[in-house]
């Protein structure tokens, strides 16, 4: 006989819901925060004692509750923050649900206390409690959660220890004052406090408060981002690939200021950086989106971290266009020197030919653009540039001395060092330059712009690949015939579970074909569209600019090694190779003056 349907108590209701939202002591301190930003708190403080399983509260000075309220807001699915469907489709809160309150409540002894600011004086419910009794509270709001999972041994067994949850903690308050610099936060463990975050008032304080929470590195090495277009609004600051860190630990990303973890985000910030980055090495940000809320859900997961954007290829353009452009527009720029006045640093004439040398700089620049060109015949291998390059230049006539206020950026060469360095001398002191590393990218960056500006040649198959596939994979390959054809990918259909590949870009003709077409299908499963290709060929063309850059201990001529300044300084992302190592660095005259005691 099967089993009668039956309603569920509400406490097992409340628990099965628990399951969902509070995961661990961090989860609980997550809820209650938010639920203190919503009230426009400005000043919320944090006590947690033994990694807050003992004890959590959260004390805010926002707008408070009715006394009406209070037995309300532990009741599951009671709300003042969404009241129709045409609220839940534009949510501007945090919260939204109604279920963080009981939840907590379940499986904890829960304390709320709350003053409204036309109250006399405040009110307190407890989770075991029907009504609330009269309490001494100035206006705002405080929750005490103490001995979570009390009621649930198993779910208690499955906590970490009191060191590692304590770390969850903190983690989750500093996301927190990352996002909300208009907001004080305070922290205190066992008694001692841990964290204190005052609220900042201007760019200045706030820059301040961000270089107090994520390092002084990292405000001086990011760039700060303002973009808006087509509704949606992108800023804050984005670390300088230089800056990679060898863990995923300095990544905030924010939607109308929620925390969030997305697909799509992470893709467009991945692909923005594909080229810059050292492998295994993870970019650092601090980014806000802005959009209307009614383009985005957020009613997705109970935690509220995950979120369905509505345009979400709009979405993905619109990041990675915005942070490609950032890092492509990163270049060395001139500033007034800091410290000596111009007329005390010493000047340098250019030597001939040094910073107004035409394009194409080198015999091998050129090499590769022409082996970039489309072939006159499909099955006819393209030849490879010659190597080592030269670097020969073209001659112009000597300028007069440059003073700081017009040398470029780079200043101009003074020596090479061991084969490798290039010294060079600028306005603010000396400038040292692998001249490997900043010749491989400005080779790549035109090699990349010679296969955007022409036909990508095909490289047809002495034996077509036949490939398997499903019905779907089938009807996709069909849809993208046109777009694989422009990068040099000819697929056809030759059966309902058929494709056949006919022809690869000439650039990936030792490439398993069928492995590419599998995978080029997944994106377009997975993601909608893909860059496979793309990626796939500028991964030749980074190891083609690789191996055609000038080598170490090849002795550089003046000319040369200012020509390569000036290169650098016109060369999109010169501030890193291919592979994410930094090309060139700046020493400046205090650090030198520092250095030798001058001055003391």
Not at 107 to 113: A, F, G, K, R
Not at 402 to 426: D, E, K, S
Not at 446 to 471: C, E, G, M, N
Request: hydrophobic share 40%; charged share 20%.
């Amino acid at each position: 006989m099967p089993n009668r349907i039956h309603t569920l108590p509400s406490l097992l209701i409340n628990q099965i819901a628990a399951g969902e939202v509070v995961e661990r002591p961090a989860a609980v301190i997550k809820e209650l925060i938010e639920n203190s930003l919503d009230a426009g708190a400005d000043q919320i403080d944090v006590t947690v004692q033994q990694g807050g399983i003992r004890l959590m509260r959260v004390r805010d000075n926002g707008h408070g509750l009715y006394q009406d309220d209070l037995a309300l807001a532990l009741a599951r699915h009671a709300t003042s923050k969404v009241a129709s469907l045409d609220d839940l489709e534009r949510i501007n809160s945090m919260g939204f649900r109604g279920e963080a309150l009981p939840s907590i409540a379940s499986v904890s002894h829960l304390t709320l206390t709350s003053r409204e600011q036309t109250a006399a004086h405040a009110w307190q419910i407890t989770s075991d409690a029907t009504e609330p009794k009269p309490a001494a509270h100035p206006v705002g709001t405080t929750i005490e959660a103490r001995d979570l999972f009390y009621n649930i041994p198993a779910r208690r067994r499955f906590l970490k220890t009191e060191r590692t949850e304590f770390g969850h903690i903190e983690q989750m308050l500093r996301r927190f004052a990352v996002a909300r610099p208009e907001v004080s936060f305070m922290l205190q463990h066992n008694g001692r406090t841990v964290f204190s975050a005052e609220a900042a008032t201007n760019d200045a304080t706030c820059n301040q408060r961000l270089t107090a929470l994520l390092g002084e590195q990292f405000v001086t090495q990011s760039l700060p981002l303002d973009q808006t277009a087509a509704g949606l609004c992108l800023h804050g600051r984005l670390a300088r690939a230089t800056f990679s860190r060898s863990q995923a630990d300095m990544q905030y990303f924010f939607v109308n200021q929620r925390l969030v973890r997305d697909k799509v985000v992470n893709h467009a910030i991945r692909q923005a950086f594909q080229d810059v980055l050292y492998q295994g090495r993870h970019p650092a940000y601090v980014l806000f989106l802005t959009l209307d809320p009614a383009w985005v859900d957020v009613n997705v997961h109970p935690t509220k971290q995950e979120v369905r954007f509505r345009e979400g290829r709009l979405v993905h353009d619109f990041i990675f266009r915005t942070l490609h452009q950032a890092l492509a527009d990163e270049r060395p720029q001139p500033e007034t020197p800091a410290g000596p006045t111009a007329t005390e640093i010493p000047t340098v004439a250019p030597p001939p030919a040094a910073w107004q040398v035409n394009e194409p700089r080198t015999a091998a620049y050129q090499a590769t653009l022409d082996w970039q060109q489309p072939s006159t015949s499909a099955t006819t291998a393209p030849s490879r540039p010659p190597e080592p390059p030269s670097l020969g230049v073209n001659r112009a006539d000597p300028e007069p001395a440059a003073t700081p206020a017009t040398m470029p950026p780079l200043g101009f060469a003074l020596a090479q060092l061991h084969g490798i360095y290039i010294l060079a001398q600028n306005a603010q002191g000396l400038i040292l330059v692998d001249m490997h590393a900043a010749h491989e990218r400005i080779t790549y960056e035109r090699l990349k712009q010679a296969r955007a500006t022409a036909d990508i040649p095909s490289q047809s198959l002495l034996v077509p690949v036949t490939v398997a596939v499903s019905a779907r994979e089938a009807d996709l390959a069909g849809q993208h015939q046109t777009t694989f054809g422009t990068l040099g990918l000819v697929v056809d259909q030759i059966s309902q579970h058929s494709l056949v590949v006919r022809a690869l870009p000439a650039i990936l003709r030792d490439a398993d074909a069928e492995k590419l077409l599998r995978d080029l299908l997944a994106d377009l499963i997975v993601q909608g569209h893909t860059d496979r290709l793309q990626t796939d060929m500028n991964q030749v063309l980074s190891t083609l600019a690789c191996h055609s850059s000038v080598r170490a201990n090849r002795q550089l001529t003046v000319a040369e090694m200012n020509a390569l300044l000036r290169d650098i300084e016109t060369t999109e992302r010169a501030g890193q190779c291919n592979h994410g190592r930094p090309t060139w660095t700046q020493v400046s005259m205090q650090a030198l003056d520092k250095l030798f005691l001058r001055g003391r």
